[in-house]
């Protein structure tokens, strides 16, 4: 795509402010709307252009992209009053990016070709740091053809582009990707609170279960936080929070019981999330998971072991 190419970004949350700081510093011409328009005023101040509201946002911009939290925020933002689909959208392309079921993008998808455009759905993996330096990686669904369109616009967002399939199979794999991740960091809680009478420092002990095959590769990235984080510190900026992971285990149970396979693991990380969120941790980041757990977990969770 060539840098005259007009982007619209519809969600300027941390992800979507991401992405437009990533998109500017490229050279694009941006504009940007926000269902709370102050949080999109850093962006304006960078030399993004600010639309009041998704209507005008779609007709201004060829491309259009949304990073949105989930389906009913999807929904408002095509569907609602002044929504990205009541404008004149023949021939544009819609790039959907958020964390939603497979079947939110197949629909989605469906209304935006009935009204003459076509649509990409790109979730991400990674979170707001490799967002800003184009190191996403891209779950990508879609006709071929359209999504070659989006490819250049999608190799300046991402290390890696992977089309999977038709719109939905992105999703798919998106929400596979991160369940082991989201069960990780509640498997790690439990892990540490095995080397409580051991007298390591914190950051010693993450980095010895990154440095093996207890660790995945997100903790040699958020390890240093997970570490402070036992030592009580709390985890700033908020990349990815407790609550948007209850989201996504969510988005995964209800697309499991869609499919009839069980997840009991996913099921019971859920629970123990929805508890650290009634005990407050809800807009904290996911790096104070499993300090959490070493530091709360509660007899009652204790399952007395086997002979
Ligand atoms: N954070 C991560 O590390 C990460 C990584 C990969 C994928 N994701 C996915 O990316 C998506 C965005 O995540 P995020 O971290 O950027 O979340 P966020 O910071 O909470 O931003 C959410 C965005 O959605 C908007 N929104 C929510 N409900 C809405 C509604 N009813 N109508 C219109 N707009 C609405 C918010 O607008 P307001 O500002 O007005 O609330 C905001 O722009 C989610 O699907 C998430 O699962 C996140």
Same mark, same amino acid.
């Given at each position: 795509m060539e840098e005259t190419l007009k982007i619209g970004i519809a969600g300027t949350g941390r992800m979507g402010s991401a992405i437009a700081t990533r998109l500017l510093a490229r050279g694009h011409s941006v504009t940007?709307? #926000?269902?709370?328009? $102050?949080?999109?005023?850093?962006?304006?101040?960078?030399?993004?252009?600010?639309?009041?509201?998704p209507k005008e946002l779609a007709a201004e911009a060829d491309v259009t992209l949304t990073v949105l939290t989930d389906a009913a925020a999807i929904e408002a933002t095509y569907r609602g009053a002044h929504g990205l689909l009541s404008?004149?959208?023949?021939?544009? @392309?819609?790039?959907? &990016?958020?964390? *939603?079921? /497979?079947? !939110?993008? #197949?629909?989605?998808?469906?209304? !935006? !070709?009935?009204?003459?455009a076509a649509l990409v759905e790109c979730p991400v993996g990674g979170t707001v740091g490799p967002a800003k330096e184009g190191k996403l990686f891209g779950f990508v669904g879609g006709d071929t053809a359209d999504?070659?369109? %989006?490819?250049?616009?999608?190799?300046?967002?991402?290390?890696?582009?992977?089309?999977?399939?038709? !719109?939905?199979?992105?999703?798919? *794999?998106?929400? %596979?990707?991160?369940?082991?991740?989201l069960v990780y960091y509640q498997a790690l809680g439990e892990a540490l609170?095995?080397?409580?009478?051991?007298n390591i420092e914190p950051a010693r002990l993450i980095d010895i279960f990154s440095d093996s095959s207890g660790g995945p590769n997100m903790l040699k990235v958020r390890g240093p936080a997970i570490a402070a984080a036992m030592q009580g510190k709390e985890t700033?900026? *908020?990349?990815?929070?407790? +609550?948007?992971?209850?989201?996504? @285990?969510?988005? &995964?149970? +209800?697309?499991?019981?869609?499919?009839?396979?069980?997840?009991p693991l996913t099921a019971q990380t859920l629970e123990r999330y929805d508890e650290a969120?009634?005990?407050?941790?809800?807009?904290?980041?996911?790096?104070?998971? /499993?300090?959490?757990?070493? $530091? $709360?977990?509660?007899?009652?969770?204790?399952?007395?072991?086997?002979p």
């Amino acid at each position: 795509m060539e840098e005259t190419l007009k982007i619209g970004i519809a969600g300027t949350g941390r992800m979507g402010s991401a992405i437009a700081t990533r998109l500017l510093a490229r050279g694009h011409s941006v504009t940007v709307w #926000n269902r709370t328009p $102050h949080k999109a005023q850093a962006l304006v101040a960078s030399g993004a252009s600010l639309a009041t509201a998704p209507k005008e946002l779609a007709a201004e911009a060829d491309v259009t992209l949304t990073v949105l939290t989930d389906a009913a925020a999807i929904e408002a933002t095509y569907r609602g009053a002044h929504g990205l689909l009541s404008a004149d959208v023949g021939g544009k @392309l819609f790039i959907e &990016m958020s964390t *939603v079921r /497979p079947e !939110v993008e #197949n629909a989605l998808a469906s209304m !935006v !070709v009935a009204k003459g455009a076509a649509l990409v759905e790109c979730p991400v993996g990674g979170t707001v740091g490799p967002a800003k330096e184009g190191k996403l990686f891209g779950f990508v669904g879609g006709d071929t053809a359209d999504v070659e369109r %989006a490819r250049p616009l999608l190799d300046d967002l991402c290390r890696r582009v992977e089309h999977v399939g038709p !719109v939905g199979a992105g999703a798919s *794999v998106k929400l %596979a990707i991160n369940l082991p991740l989201l069960v990780y960091y509640q498997a790690l809680g439990e892990a540490l609170s095995l080397c409580r009478s051991v007298n390591i420092e914190p950051a010693r002990l993450i980095d010895i279960f990154s440095d093996s095959s207890g660790g995945p590769n997100m903790l040699k990235v958020r390890g240093p936080a997970i570490a402070a984080a036992m030592q009580g510190k709390e985890t700033t900026p *908020v990349t990815f929070d407790v +609550d948007l992971i209850r989201k996504d @285990l969510r988005t &995964m149970l +209800d697309e499991a019981s869609a499919l009839g396979v069980g997840l009991p693991l996913t099921a019971q990380t859920l629970e123990r999330y929805d508890e650290a969120a009634r005990n407050g941790l809800g807009k904290s980041d996911a790096t104070m998971l /499993p300090a959490y757990w070493l $530091h $709360h977990g509660r007899p009652q969770d204790r399952v007395t072991p086997r002979p």
